[in-house]
Nanobody, 128 residues
Framework: QVQLVESGGGLVQAGGSLRLSCAAS????????MGWFRQAPGKEREFVAA????????YYADSVKGRFTISRDIAKNTMYLQMAILKPEDTAVYYC?????????????????????WGQGTQVTVSS
C-alpha cells in the first residue's frame, strides 16, 4: 500500500507563489509516474502536471504552462509543484497521484485512470 500526503496549500494573493509537496510512503513505492490534479467546487477534477519518476519527463496543462513547475526528489520520494503568478481561477483542492507506468504522451498523463494512488488533497485559495 502506498500513501501520498500533500502539503503546502494555503491562501495567497493573485500574482503570488506557493509550493506544494507530495510525500510518498508505504511498503513499496512503485509508482513510475506521478501527477497533480485539481478540483474546484462544482467542477470536474482536472489535470495540472505530471512527471515520469525515473526519466523526469514532464507534462503540463496549457492553463498552467509557464507558471507551474513540477519536480521530484527521488531520494526523498517527494514530488513538488512550484506555482507562480497564481490567479483566482487556480483556486481548487490540489491532489497528487501515482501511476504504475511512465507516460509517453500528454493525453495519457492527463487521464485520472492512469493513476492508482491518490492523496487526500490540499486546498489552494487565490484571492483577487
Amino acid at each position: 500500500q502506498v500513501q501520498l500526503v500533500e502539503s503546502g496549500g494555503g491562501l495567497v494573493q493573485a500574482g503570488g507563489s506557493l509550493r506544494l509537496s507530495c510525500a510518498a510512503s508505504g511498503r513499496t513505492f512503485s509508482s513510475h509516474a506521478m501527477g497533480w490534479f485539481r478540483q474546484a467546487p462544482g467542477k470536474e477534477r482536472e489535470f495540472v502536471a505530471a512527471i515520469n519518476w525515473s526519466g523526469g519527463g514532464t507534462y503540463y496543462a496549457d492553463s498552467v504552462k509557464g507558471r507551474f513547475t513540477i519536480s521530484r526528489d527521488i531520494a526523498k520520494n517527494t514530488m513538488y509543484l512550484q506555482m507562480a503568478i497564481l490567479k483566482p481561477e487556480d483556486t481548487a483542492v490540489y491532489y497528487c497521484a501515482g501511476g504504475p507506468n511512465p507516460f509517453w504522451a500528454l493525453r495519457t498523463a492527463a487521464r485520472t485512470t492512469a493513476y492508482n494512488y491518490w492523496g487526500q488533497g490540499t486546498q489552494v485559495t487565490v484571492s483577487s
